[in-house]
């Protein structure tokens, strides 16, 4: 009887330990499974890993000797639940941007120099004064122009493109309002007897108006090198464009070519922006300068900023977030998870590390990036920054979700592991809870953390001040020391 039970318990545990490995073995199957269907996301180069993570090098999509665009393109795939394509936009001095609407919605950053970004807001046309560290939002489908009236400095701009509401035809779809050979303005679609009727004249002026510009869709706007409308258009101050604009467009022309071009223009800005005598109430929402605003976080190591609708009303409508962040040499910003939002993120400064974790607790990416690098992470991932000895580590970006984000923070005086400090936690770990204790507390710092190397010398305890009535101008005087430009070969 007892060699009997002996042998039944041998079997059941036998078969315990048989089922136990097969299920150790079917879970570790789903997880390279699920793996590899996220690495299958990226389409071309899975083979890397975790390299999906960081996009590839930016690809010209709008390029002439005033300027160009370059655009880093989002992998979409179930992973990311909105996707954005990063773009960056580099003109000249005096060049204009052409008017033209996207099928995508845009947020601008100025990086380097001044812009005046004019569009149109409910049926009128508004222009804003853009500076270093402005953001800007542009709806889908509203008319706009950039241009950049400096004399002798490039202007850079980093840019969110969200194709919500795009056409799925490419990365986005412009729509030109002027051009002519290059780019074809859409009236020309029309065709001349169409568009003669439209706008009441021979089909001999419209022809010779439709095929005029050929400068592409940025243009120069000196007197050798762009129509005679547009040089006097940018020289004019920001209210005396608005106020003068019918009166400048309809100055007697000195040539039959000009006098086409004119009159072509001023039929436009008529259709567009209405009479000349209309009272024109600019409530259009203005533009806002992150490096003005004190960080939401700052200690010795660094500081952060992040905005959302609350603090920016048009973020609120398109559903984006912004944020920049500015760690010290050596310094990390802790392990932590967005709970409602995938990040997309452009270095601006320094170098530093990237690090990624999957959901199965195996790392994904662990990955060197440099300035002009644009990398992304998909929401409920597990990720930090490393900022490298070198010198500060700086990155701005867009999240996908305009709430307030609320970062988890895995670990640091602040994580959720103190907040769920308990026998239950120790047990997870499969530790003593007093154990459990002196491994959290271990950290006095809360959100961007020191490496020994990086924490001031004769700092006792981690509580050294900050001078916080300082850090305005720490933040203002980042914004004028940051207008290098990205690399040629760069995004």
């Known amino acids: 009887m007892g060699k009997g039970l002996s042998l039944l318990l041998l079997v059941l545990v036998v078969c315990y330990g048989v089922t136990m490995a097969m299920t150790y073995k079917e879970e570790k199957e789903w997880e390279r499974e699920r793996e590899r269907e996220w690495r299958e996301e990226k389409g071309e180069g899975a083979g890397k890993g975790g390299d999906w993570f960081l996009f590839p090098d930016s690809k010209p999509v709008m390029k002439t000797d005033a300027g160009e665009m370059r655009v880093v393109k989002s992998i979409g795939g179930r992973i990311i639940e909105k996707p954005l394509h990063i773009g960056f936009i580099t003109m000249e001095p005096k060049t204009l941007f052409i008017p033209q609407y996207l099928d995508s919605s845009l947020i601008l950053f100025v990086r380097r120099g001044e812009a005046r970004v004019g569009c149109i807001y409910k049926d009128q046309m508004v222009e804003r004064r853009m500076r270093i560290g402005d953001v800007y939002h542009i709806p889908a489908g509203s008319t706009f122009y950039i241009l950049n009236p400096g004399e002798g400095q490039r202007l850079h701009i980093v840019c969110s493109i969200d194709p919500s509401e795009s056409l799925q035809l490419g990365t986005f779809q412009s729509f030109f309002i002027g051009g002519g050979t290059y780019p074809t303005s859409i009236l020309a679609g029309f065709g001349p007897e169409t568009l003669s009727t439209a706008f009441n004249v021979s089909v001999s002026k419209l022809t010779g108006i439709l095929r005029q510009q050929q400068q592409g869709p940025i243009v120069y706007l000196t007197e050798s090198r762009a129509p005679s409308v547009w040089t006097k258009f940018s020289q004019l101050q920001e209210q005396d464009r608005l106020k003068h604009l019918k009166k400048l467009i309809q100055e007697e022309p000195n040539k039959e070519e000009e006098q086409q071009t004119e009159w072509s223009w001023r039929k436009l800005f008529d259709s567009f922006f209405g009479s000349e005598d209309k009272n024109i109430e600019d409530k259009a929402p203005d533009c806002y300068n992150i490096y003005k605003r004190s960080p939401d976080f700052m200690n010795n190591y660094g500081w952060s900023i992040a905005l959302d609708g609350s603090d920016y009303s048009p973020l609120k409508y398109c559903g984006i977030g912004i944020y920049l962040v500015n760690l010290t040499a050596g310094s ?153 430009g990205f690399d040629e070969g760069g995004a």
């Open 332 to 484: 990390m910003l802790a392990p932590h998870v967005n709970p409602i939002a995938t990040e997309y993120g452009v270095v601006l400064r320094g170098t530093g590390r990237i690090l990624i974790v999957y959901p199965n607790g195996t790392l994904a990416l662990d990955a060197k990036v440099k300035e002009g690098d644009v990398f992304w992470v998909p929401r409920y991932f597990a990720f930090c920054q490393i900022a490298s000895r070198e010198g500060p580590f700086v990155f701005f970006g867009f999240t996908t979700s305009s709430r307030k984000n609320r970062p988890q923070f895995l670990v640091g005086s602040n994580s959720l592991l103190h907040t769920l400090s308990s026998p239950e936690l120790a047990a997870a770990f499969g530790v003593t809870q007093k154990r459990m204790m002196r491994i959290i507390n271990a950290q006095r710092e809360a959100v961007i953390l020191p490496s020994p190397e990086a924490a001031p010398p004769g700092e006792e305890d981690g509580k050294k001040r900050v001078n916080f009535e300082a850090v305005p101008k720490v933040i203002k005087n980042l914004g004028s020391e940051m207008i290098m």
